[in-house]
């Protein structure tokens, strides 16, 4: 049963470059973020979906896009990659429902020098 | 609007101490969901416990236990005779609307330091 999977685990970026994070999950949840933690910090929402189609912002948008063609995959977009973007970044999904726990990805540690 | 505080950065016990992490929460909404994860040092992130608005009894789990009060707004989580096992990061979250649409809001967490 493999939930959530993230990929790349790690990753170094120069500045100005681009990436995508993959992130696919096999519950058929409907819900699924990106969420990014920074060192020390907690959990901060950059974009999430409730279903294929439909995306919305997060907290901290910018600099990142996404798109949801399918239930089961959410990859995250990195345009022109800057140091403030270094980070972990987590891909969560929840089965529909306000009762629903996230499921987690085990991140990515990217690093933009 | 959706708020988290748990307003401990940091906490150190000694081993087999008992130690409460506090969680406070602010909702305009009658129903939500509260949760606690953990992340421990290897980074993921581990779903522990879910309480609905409606069901204030305590829960305890092993040494696990969680105090959900609505007077005051909390969900506070306590660990009885700590373990180093226990060392980690625990997030207390927050979900609004009875559909879920929203998405769960973190407190910045709290850093258990057990030490032996």
């Known amino acids: 049963n493999a939930g959530v999977t993230q990929t790349p685990k790690f990753r170094i970026l120069k500045i100005g470059q681009s990436m995508t994070l993959q992130c696919t999950q096999d519950?058929?949840?409907?819900?699924m973020y990106w969420y990014r933690q920074d060192p020390g910090m907690g959990l901060k929402l950059i974009y999430y979906s409730v279903g294929a189609g439909i995306t919305d912002k997060g907290e901290v948008p910018n600099g990142y896009n996404v798109s949801r063609s399918t239930t089961e995959d959410f990859p995250l977009r990195l345009e022109l990659a800057a140091p403030s973007q270094t980070s972990v970044y987590f891909c969560?999904?929840?089965?529909?429902?306000?009762?629903?726990?996230?499921?987690f990805g085990q991140g990515t540690r990217l690093t933009v020098v | 609007a959706q708020k988290v505080t748990q307003a401990q950065t940091e906490i150190s016990v000694v081993e087999k101490e008992d130690v409460t992490l506090d969680c406070v929460y602010e909702t305009r909404d009658t129903t939500y969901y509260l949760f606690w994860y953990k992340q421990p040092p290897s980074g993921e992130l581990v779903f522990l416990i879910r309480?609905?608005?409606?069901?204030?009894q305590n829960e305890i789990s092993g040494r696990y236990s969680w105090n959900f009060q609505k007077s005051t707004s909390s969900f506070n989580f306590t660990i009885t005779a700590s373990q180093v096992v226990d060392s980690a990061v625990y997030f207390c979250?927050?979900?609004?609307?009875?559909?879920?649409?929203?998405?769960?809001?973190f407190g910045k967490g709290t850093r258990l330091s057990v030490i032996a």
């Open positions: 309480r609905n608005s409606f069901d204030e």
């Open positions: 969560a999904s929840r089965a529909l429902g306000a009762n629903t726990e996230a499921f």
């Open positions: 979250a927050l979900s609004e609307t009875p559909s879920g649409n929203t998405p769960l809001v």
């Open positions: 519950m058929n949840h409907n819900y």
